[in-house]
Structures are given as structure tokens and as C-alpha cells.
């Protein structure tokens, strides 16, 4: 069975920093390009970022680009996503999700339960 | 960057009704579209990808359409489970496009 675990999320000032962690399991996680979706309370889902298989390339959403970084950890089967200069507009549950074909059609076939990250002085 | 637009925004339907969502792509994406289906309180799920291609496990009474611009997400036959809101995405560019969602009531 597929699991997708996502941690991290909780309360940050306005400025501030977090780092949030996604443990995948029951995957082959190396051959899976892996990404990040959020939602703000209330509202609809919106792409954030995306990284290759190995690594080695990665892509943002403009509104994250130059805050936000996605990188993984091919031996512990997990992916990260480190937010600085959070802004209220940052305000979300985020959702660790896999893609099992981005070269081609893309979609989105696993998600994780999703992590708080509120946005707040 | 490709814009979705989902309509209607909300819809209420009975028990067997069949059920079209539209979703309008603002240029061609071929047919680079896929629907997910989200519960309150839940992640989403998807149901459709590639325009057409039913994801392995979701029930056969729901279908997908379209090419270009113009798509539809269609239930046969309308079961109490599938209230919840419905969106498209385009995987056509690295955007990933959601459009904003319709959300389907039971009457």
C-alpha cells in the first residue's frame, strides 16, 4: 500500500521559516517524480513545485520561486520542501503527492494526508 | 500561463441524474486534462487523466472527454458517495493548472 506522510507544517511568523517532510513508502521512490500542491483554507488546489527522480531538476510555481526549495532524499524515501520568507499568502495545507508519468501525462495518483502551515504574528 | 475555467461553480443533482462538469482551457492542450475529486477534509482523488483514461480503481460510470480547449468529466448515474467538488487540471505546461472547482450537491 502507498503511503505518503507529511510533516512539518504548524505555526510561523510572518518571514519566518519552515521545512516541511513527506515519507513515502510502498513506492518505488526513486522513479517517481514527486510534487508539491497546496490549498488555502476554503479555496482550490494550486501547484507549487516538482522534482525529478534523482533530483536533479526541480520546477516552482512563481509565487514560490526564490522562497521555496524541493529536493528528496532518495535513501530515506522522503521529499522536503524548505519555505522561507513565508507570507500570509503562504497560508495552506500542503500535500505531498507522486506522478507517474511527468514526462507524458502527467497527473497526480498519490497524495498524502497534508500538512498545516499557517501563516500568522 | 494556461488558465482553467470550471463551470458551473456548483450544481445539485438527484440520485441516478446523469452529471457533465465542463472545464475550458484559455489555449490547446490537447488532451492534457485530468479531474480529481475532493471530499471535505480529505485529499483528492484522481478519477480521470489524460482526457479520457479512467484512473484503475475509480467506478466506470465516470468518463472524460474532450480535446483542445473543451472538456467534460460526465457520471453515468449520480451515487449519494460522489458529492464533492470536482476540478480539472491541465498538464499541457509545468504550471499544472487547477481550474477553480465545481461542487456537486445531492438533492
Known amino acids: 500500500e502507498v503511503q505518503l506522510v507529511e510533516s512539518g507544517g504548524g505555526l510561523v511568523q510572518p518571514g519566518g521559516s519552515l521545512r516541511l517532510s513527506c515519507a513515502a513508502s510502498?513506492?518505488?521512490?526513486?522513479?517517481?517524480?514527486m510534487h508539491w500542491v497546496r490549498q488555502a483554507p476554503g479555496k482550490g488546489l494550486v501547484w507549487v513545485s516538482r522534482v525529478k527522480t534523482d533530483g536533479t531538476s526541480a520546477s516552482y510555481a512563481d509565487s514560490v520561486k526564490g522562497r521555496f526549495t524541493i529536493s528528496r532524499d532518495i535513501a530515506k524515501n522522503t521529499l522536503y520542501l524548505q519555505m522561507n520568507s513565508l507570507g500570509a499568502e503562504d497560508t495552506a495545507v500542503y500535500y505531498c503527492?507522486?506522478?507517474?508519468?511527468?514526462?507524458?501525462?502527467?497527473?497526480?495518483?498519490?497524495w498524502g494526508q497534508g500538512t498545516l502551515v499557517t501563516v500568522s504574528s | 500561463d494556461i488558465q482553467t475555467t470550471q463551470s458551473p461553480s456548483s450544481l445539485s443533482a438527484s440520485v441516478g441524474d446523469r452529471v457533465t462538469f465542463t472545464c475550458r482551457a484559455s489555449q490547446s492542450i490537447s488532451n492534457y486534462i485530468n479531474w480529481y475529486q475532493q471530499k471535505p477534509g480529505k485529499a483528492p482523488k484522481v478519477l480521470i487523466y489524460a482526457a479520457s483514461s479512467l484512473q484503475s480503481g475509480v467506478p466506470s460510470r465516470f468518463s472524460g472527454s474532450g480535446s483542445g480547449t473543451d472538456f467534460t468529466l460526465t457520471i453515468s448515474s449520480l451515487q449519494p458517495e460522489d458529492s464533492a467538488t470536482y476540478y480539472c487540471q491541465q498538464s499541457y505546461t509545468i504550471s499544472y493548472t487547477f481550474g477553480q472547482g465545481t461542487k456537486l450537491e445531492i438533492k
Open positions: 503527492v507522486t506522478d507517474p508519468d511527468s514526462s507524458g501525462y502527467s497527473h497526480f495518483d498519490y
Open positions: 510502498g513506492l518505488s521512490f526513486s522513479t517517481k517524480w
